[in-house]
């Protein structure tokens, strides 16, 4: 194996040029912006940053399109990149200024560099990542929320931000001068004045030295040396397979379900363009956004009759193609039955995706028929099941064995469900499970369900609830009924879980949510009332005595609310349940 240094600057090049190609045996481009920021910030200080690995080959083999453009190379040899397309992809992301395509969306990589960052190491900074199921606040602000680890003051975020050296970009930021987009500084258009002119520093200023030497730094970030280790032309590509799964292996660097991919890909080829069209499909006719791992694992589950990917290196390539077959017929069974009998309209309704996983096997089991007490008792499964976070704790494979088990014996809903209470006891909600529960909760999304069930519906189109509305102004929102800037200036002392409560959330379009932005229920609620009627309020289960709307009765109100929102929920799951 032949090894050589080449620099950041001749890696994108290459990227470009189209001499480095993805073998399909790579998964797609996943890093969030978070993790760009990060490498950039090791790369600026000369920190280690891991090494990469191709493989040179003049064998025909299967490629995949990268996230970042790149041009037609007449050329047949190639380097297929096997470890660091996400680093590469980023940084040729950056240093182009080119978006990056995810899930066929382009999207700019938008990071910024800190002119007047602080001497020595970084600071060192927790942050939260996670996925929200309905994503904008009361005032249709992405921003709104930066960080549930700093502070909800503006001055301390912007405080610790000053910390950084770089950072993801956000409107108030991007104002600052002080801030300039990475990918500025490494266009080779702008020079150091036209970057500089908005701050009025001129060479004579002291500022100017130290801000040009800093930029010179961010600059040289192409010139940064990776060790890229060439595996030798005469290897097969089933050998290579081996070798990356080896390799990703011991490093922890990919999922299960990425590793089992290169497996199946490295025997069938081709197949990856078989799982991105039907995942293409699943979200274009069923809104059903699915990651290309839980399509892997589906197969994998179809083809052994449990989960975990440890055997898929023994599945013969027929017994992959058939299992792909059911998993394809199971799959779109589990979201008709999702979107049509249980209310859910898309994957970020549902704690796990492993529930799809669940209902598809079922769904096929039973040849794609269920009886009416079936029917009814899986939905009530699957509002149990995600509920209490079935899939979202501990051994998640262990649990979803023991289910797939009980399925194939011939075991009926009803028989998952008494698993759902010896593991949990309690299957009912109470007013108390949703004291400090916010979005994250899966209770969050069942509150939704609860009032869709109840004919909820906006409050200014009069549109029902439904997430797939077209056009933004009647996108569905979540709205604090009680604007958080209020509670946060009350003189009560109300906590941040409490301001943030489920129970002081109502579902409405953007448009509602935009005009309403920090009015007071007080102020707002009786307009409704006159526009409306109070059945408005009340399917969104809202209490209409109007003392409960003032500020000085928050904690009473969040007490009711609770109250009505725990039976709304408990009788939708009762619906379902036998006599």
């Not at 036209?194 to 060479?203: I, W, Y």
């Not at 998640?396 to 289910?403: F, P, R, V």
Request: one cysteine or more.
């Amino acid at each position: 194996m032949q090894k050589a240094d080449i620099s950041v600057g001749k890696l994108v090049s290459m990227i470009e040029d189209r001499e480095l190609q993805l073998p399909e045996m790579q998964r797609r481009y996943i890093w969030p912006a978070t993790r760009v920021r990060d490498l950039l910030d090791s790369l600026y200080r000369g920190y280690p940053s891991g090494s990469i690995l191709v493989w040179e080959t003049d064998q025909e083999t299967p490629t995949r399109k990268m996230a970042v453009d790149q041009r037609q190379n007449p050329f047949t040899n190639s380097k297929l990149l096997l470890d660091g397309q996400q680093r590469l992809t980023s940084l040729s992301a950056i240093l182009r200024g080119e978006p990056v395509e995810v899930r066929g969306r382009k999207r700019a990589i938008d990071i910024l560099f800190n002119l007047d960052h602080p001497d020595g190491p970084p600071a060192e900074v927790l942050e939260v990542e996670s996925d929200q199921a309905i994503q904008f606040d009361d005032d249709d602000d992405p921003d709104a929320e930066l960080d549930e680890e700093l502070e909800d003051t503006v001055q301390s975020v912007t405080e610790r931000l000053s910390k950084r050296t770089f950072v993801v970009a956000s409107r108030n930021l991007s104002a600052n001068p002080k801030w300039i987009r990475v990918s500025e500084i490494f266009n080779e258009e702008r020079t150091d004045w036209q970057l500089l002119k908005p701050l009025s520093v001129t060479p004579d200023d002291p500022q100017w030295t130290k801000y040009t030497k800093r930029l010179a730094t961010v600059r040289k970030i192409r010139d940064y040396p990776y060790v890229v280790n060439v595996l030798d032309k005469g290897l097969s590509y089933e050998e290579v397979a081996e070798i990356f799964v080896r390799v990703n292996s011991l490093g922890m660097k990919l999922r299960g379900s990425d590793l089992a991919l290169a497996q199946i890909t490295a025997r069938w080829k081709n197949s990856l363009t078989l799982f991105e069209e039907f995942a293409k499909e699943c979200e274009e006719t069923g809104e059903f956004t699915l990651d290309t791992g839980l399509l892997v694992r589906a197969i994998v589950m179809f083809a052994t009759d449990q989960s975990r990917f440890k055997t898929v290196g023994t599945i013969s390539l027929e017994r992959l193609q058939q299992a792909w077959e059911d998993a394809k017929r199971g799959i779109r069974f589990a979201i008709n039955y999702l979107r049509a009998n249980v209310g859910v309209e898309d994957e970020s309704l549902l704690s796990s995706p492993f529930l799809i996983l669940l209902v598809a096997y079922y769904g096929l089991v039973h040849n794609e028929k269920l009886s009416e007490s079936e029917e009814k008792s899986l939905r009530r499964w699957v509002y149990i099941a995600h509920i209490r976070g079935h899939y979202s704790r501990g051994s998640t494979e262990t649990i979803l064995d023991a289910d797939l088990n009980l399925v194939k014996k011939g075991e009926n809903p009803d028989r998952l469900i008494q698993v759902l209470e010896q593991q949990f006891g309690r299957l009912t909600v109470e007013p108390a499970d949703f004291i400090g529960r916010g979005i994250r909760s899966p209770l969050f999304s069942m509150t939704y369900l609860a009032l869709k069930e109840r004919d909820a519906k906006d409050w200014w189109s009069g549109l029902a609830l439904s997430l797939s509305h077209q056009g933004r102004n009647h996108f569905i929102q979540y709205h604090h009924i009680f604007p958080k800037s209020r509670l946060q200036k009350s003189s009560n002392g109300y906590e941040k879980a409490e301001i943030n409560e489920i129970a002081n959330m109502a579902f409405i379009s953007g448009r509602v949510n935009r005009n309403l932005s920090n009015a007071l229920p007080k102020d707002y609620f009786p307009d409704i009332v006159a526009e409306r009627g109070k059945q408005a309020l009340t399917a969104q289960l809202i209490p209409t005595d109007k003392e409960m709307w003032e500020v000085s009765a928050y904690r009473e109100f969040l007490e009711k609310r609770r109250a009505l929102l725990a039976e709304a929920v408990n009788q939708l799951i009762a619906s379902d349940e036998q006599p």
